[in-house]
């Protein structure tokens, strides 16, 4: 089969470029891809971010960034017989939609799939009949969810042999057996990098992660996460279930990607890659035994408890990790309690300790919003986050929450009217100007607390932001928006079509 895979745009929000406007490489539309081929099938992709990245569009609240859907369309090759589009993350959902109801209208005997991001906390579940309503309106005919990848095998075989029964568990969601997903991640072709425009996202300077090379790549050594937190959409698109590659395994896709492009930053974005300490500690002497010159990073975060010691943070520091993120989310029992988040702060005070003894920069995350958060819960926060800076925590991240299908707390919310709506700044909260200020303010403090306790880190990170070579998010971040921001301006390209009815009925309004 001729099998098209595409990547949407990237969505920003007009008040909003620090939040919003994160680079995420698709590694599971790139996964998938390499899927396809790995079984003889014609594969091409379109990255319309990644193809014109500075390209810009205005349509209401959003900026989008690369290719409009009549240049996707122009390239898709008249004999495709499947288009797979990249649901990659909420943000840019209004793009997702629009990609696909344009590929429909233009070549409407195509069959256009939805691929589900399993492997994100920013992504959606298309469990959630909201979401998958907006894109069967729009005109999709089949759903990929959890691993993708090996759905998509299953489904090409169907459509091949005119399976009907097998295919209309494609077509609705919930006929997907749940546990349909593949038992050893080891045996998966590496993702087809080569198909996408690699040179394009390393010439940005930024991503999720740090950049501090001229080259990275991101990397997926396992897939889900075991914790049931209920702001979270993880537990839905993976059942709370977490499988591993080995050690070999990883490290040989490291040293590929090495030879192959000179990569020597790796961003690991597993969901929870640490939860085996004894696989963390076998990657780090597969990498030191075959003496590999690389920096990596857990970019999306990792459960602390799972690092086990000091003696774990030091082999991962020896094996070349620079960069470690995790997640308190809260100061307040109360609220971990009402989460479902199991956090050990003693033991998240030794790990970062021990961080910085061996040089390797920390991250905490917190979520703000929460309900039921009171001020006092706020205060709770307020006191962690200054407990950790004077521990030595390099940076923090403030994320006001917001209501991801497929979590527990989703039907807990009202007011937005799109998906790209539920970002970290959702402004449509009746409370995002008290979050919103608190949030301000905590940062302003935290900085102050940084430079009382750790005034020589600062200083570092101020010479990082101006050397491009980026340690930390918070040293990256306001380079991204400064970049955003002068793209927006001066690299807009004029919209030759209005918005269409259909397309402003494309969205999702709470009941």
Known sequence: MNILFVNPNLLVQENDPFTTGIIYMPMGLAYAAAAARSQGHQVTVIDAFAQK??????RGAFYYFGLTEDEITDQIPTDSDLVVVYAINLTNHNSTVSI???????FP???????????????????????????????????LINDGDYKLLNLIKAIEDHDVINLEAYCLVKKQAKTETIANLDALPFPAWDLFPLENYWGLRFAH???????????????GCPYPC????????????????????????????QKTYGVNEFHWEDL??????????????????????????????????????????????????KYISISPETGSARLLKAMNKPFDLTHAVKIVGQMQKVGIKSQACFV?????????????????VKDLTRKGIDEIALFIITPVPGSAIYEEFKGFSSLSQLNFSPTWRKDYVQLS????????????????????????????????????KMEMVPYRALMLKWWMKFCIKDEQTVVSPQQKRLVVTKP
């Open 209 to 223: 992660g740090p950049v501090a090379s001229q080259k990275y790549l991101p990397l997926l050594t396992s897939r």
């Open 109 to 143: 005997e195509i069959s256009v799939a939805v691929l589900e991001n399993s492997q994100a906390v920013t992504a959606y579940s298309l469990h959630s009949s909201a979401v998958l309503t907006v894109f069967q309106k729009a005109g999709a005919d089949y759903f």
């Open 230 to 257: 209920r702001f979270c959409v993880v537990p839905t698109t993976n059942n709370q279930k977490w499988r591993a590659r080995s050690a070999k395994n990883v490290v040989d896709e490291i040293e590929y990607w």
């Open 437 to 472: 200020r608190f949030r301000l303010t905590l940062y302003k403090k935290f900085l102050l607390w940084k430079i009382g306790y750790h005034p020589f880190k600062v200083i570092k990170q101020s010479l990082n932001f101006v050397l491009r070579r980026f340690e930390t």
């Open 272 to 321: 929870d890659p640490t939860v085996s300490d004894k696989r963390t500690g076998e990657i780090c002497e597969e990498i030191i035994n075959r003496g590999l010159n690389i920096s990596w990073k857990l970019v999306s975060g990792t459960k602390v408890e799972t690092m086990k010691s000091e003696a774990t943070i030091s082999k991962m520091a020896k094996a070349g990790c």
């Open 368 to 384: 703000l919003g929460y309900p039921t958060e009171t001020q006092d819960d706020r205060q709770l926060t307020w006191n962690l």
């Open 53 to 58: 990245p500075k390209q810009v569009r205005k």
């Open 100 to 106: 696909i109801q344009t590929i429909k209208h233009k």
